[in-house]
């Protein structure tokens, strides 16, 4: 059953066209990857999937359903949550007070409450530090907080951009190996990184996109042995 479908988009900042025309597809229950060089466009087709960026050309369908230029409110409440760039958590508020944020729309303290917690079986250390402010928690608890954030919504289909950006190598491992288990619990990923080894070793599938296009695909496996990719994003 396909999740994501993402049919020939084009989306502009202004007069700069940054996708030029992106197709690609994400099944039920996959880990699908995006690499790409810097600027190549792996933020705006997140972007233009949740409602943060204006698409003016193609399609996009979620669960068979369209939801080209939806809001970024609305895609949230359909189960797609986007844990953008640079995390952007609330660095004036505590950790828990990040928390509540991310469920917004979630009524009923007992139904909160069970989230925090299922999120804290994955991120412990944001229970240790319940109380205290996100911007001074260190980069990989961080982005534990926007994962964590984004998971108190319970999404189907979870978009990561860059979730390795400026971690340290064994952060890095955590992250991912908290993803595989997200995953293995059933939710959807579309992950975004310009670390592609790490990327490629979880996925299932993986995109290459190159100047606002997909250049080329494969298992993750095909991707990470391919001499191009290796050439240009493994080096
Ligand atoms: P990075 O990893 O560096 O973020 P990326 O693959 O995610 O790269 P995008 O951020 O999607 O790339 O950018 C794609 C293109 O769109 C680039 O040429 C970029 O300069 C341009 N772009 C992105 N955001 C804006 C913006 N707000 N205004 C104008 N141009 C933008």
């Given at each position: 059953m396909t999740v994501l479908e993402v049919n020939n988009i084009e989306t502009y900042y202004g007069a700069i066209q940054a996708l030029k025309g992106v197709s690609f597809q994400v099944e039920r229950g996959e880990i699908v990857t995006l690499i790409g060089s810097n600027g190549a466009g792996k933020s705006t087709t997140l972007k233009s999937i949740s409602g943060l960026a204006k698409v003016k050309k193609g399609a996009i369908l979620y669960n068979g359903q369209d939801i080209t230029n939806k809001q970024a409110h609305e895609t949230t409440l359909m189960g797609i949550s986007h844990v953008p760039e640079g995390r952007r958590i609330f660095a004036n508020l505590t950790v828990k007070e990040n928390l509540l944020m991310g469920a917004f729309s979630v009524k009923g303290k007992a139904v909160i409450e069970e989230r925090m917690e299922n999120v804290f079986t994955y991120f412990p250390r944001l229970k240790e530090r319940m109380n205290q402010k996100g911007g001074t928690m260190s980069g990989g608890e961080q982005q534990m907080l926007a994962i964590g954030r984004a998971l108190m919504m319970q999404p189907n289909l979870l978009m990561l951009d860059e979730?390795?950006?400026?971690?340290?190598p064994i952060v890095v491992e955590q992250i991912f190996e908290i993803i595989l288990q997200l995953n293995e619990m059933g939710i959807t990923i579309l992950l975004v990184e310009q670390n592609a080894y790490q990327a490629l070793s979880i996925a299932h599938r993986g995109y290459v996109i190159q100047n606002g296009e997909i250049v080329l695909t494969g298992t993750g496996k095909e991707l990470a042995e391919n001499e191009e990719v290796k050439e240009a994003y493994l080096a």
């Open positions: 979730p390795s950006m400026g971690l340290a």
